[in-house]
């Protein structure tokens, strides 16, 4: 289990401006877990696992593994990185042209000398039947594709038996294919080892595919902590509701709230139902996302199920994604994108009906000016 306690580490610049790092940072993991830092660049994210790692110092909290205090602010408790049994893979793999696979993943036990010669041998061989790579340890780490690279680093991450494994952008120096094969790899891997797993990603995609639990980090704070279901259909706010994944945004006005739905005036006075996941005390200004693949176009004005929403638009434009299609409609000038299969006939004149479920339609606290 990791357990970390308003962990902060802020760095300034030379007019001594707060200009990055994280804080207040708080989450706690279960066993086998795998947990993704998801936010854009300079967010924190990278801080964050730097500081669990031991690579950089925070200037207060706690991190702790099975109880054992990795570091404390308070009690000046700081383990040396080399003593925190943790298993690190960094975005560029650092892979070690000179040496053959076997040398790579070795060099961990070979460097704190840990067991004979035999036994590290065994010790190697296992690793890398973990990541379907036995057979390759004479191998020169020169002939090897970026994927055969990157599952060598993880061997040599894991051959120590960490408690803990933290990647760093592992898939990001991969093409766009093959980073698709590993992601679900990389998954399959960690489920095999049942290693507790911190990921750090800008990608949207991967954080949805690959986590049991992802923080969203917004200018060193995290906005919040959720299952992918959770972040991408129940945002806390309107920036987690724009960075995972497409989304749009009608400013609105909570007039009522019963039993977690709540009546929204939106776009020139029509009336919404909503999802409200968090407490907001009406009346209020909001924001209410709906995701473009929520959305259903008619042609017709609708006779609607009870619970269900609609909204008259002119279709302002049309992109062709290949499976998928793209619509931007016009709703009393507010652009909005809509996620339609790729042979969907859309009308002549341009005149839709946009509906969707009142479960996809969640309001957000503050208004999107």
Known sequence: MLRVDRLSKIFENVTDQIVGGIRDASFELAAGTFFTLLGPS?????????CIAGLETPDAGVIAVDERRLFDAKARINVPVEQRAIGMVFQSYAIWPHMTVAENVAFPLTVAKRGRRAEIAEAVRRALAVVDLDGFQERSATRLSGGQQQRVALA??????PGL??????????????????RGELKRLQSKIGITTVYVTHDQSEALALSD?????????????????????????????????????????????ADGRGQVEVLNRRQIQCVVPQKIDAPAAVSVSIRPESIRLAAPEPSLAAGGN?????????TFLGATRR???MSDGVALQVATAADLPLPADGEVWLTFAAERAVALPGRES
């Open 156 to 161: 040599r991450a894991i051959v120590h038996e």
């Open 42 to 50: 300079g967010c924190g994210k990278t801080t964050t696992l730097r």
């Open 165 to 182: 494994l933290l990647l760093d952008e592992p898939l990001s120096n991969l093409d766009a294919q093959l980073r698709d094969d590993m």
């Open 310 to 318: 609609c909204l008259a638009g002119r279709i302002s434009g049309v």
């Open 213 to 257: 639990r992802i923080a969203v980090i917004e200018a060193g704070r995290i906005s919040q902590i959720g299952s992918p279901q959770d972040i991408y259909f129940r945002p806390a706010n309107a920036f987690v509701a724009r960075f995972v994944g497409a989304t749009n945004l009608l400013p609105g006005r909570l007039l009522a709230m």
């Open 327 to 329: 619509v931007d409609v």
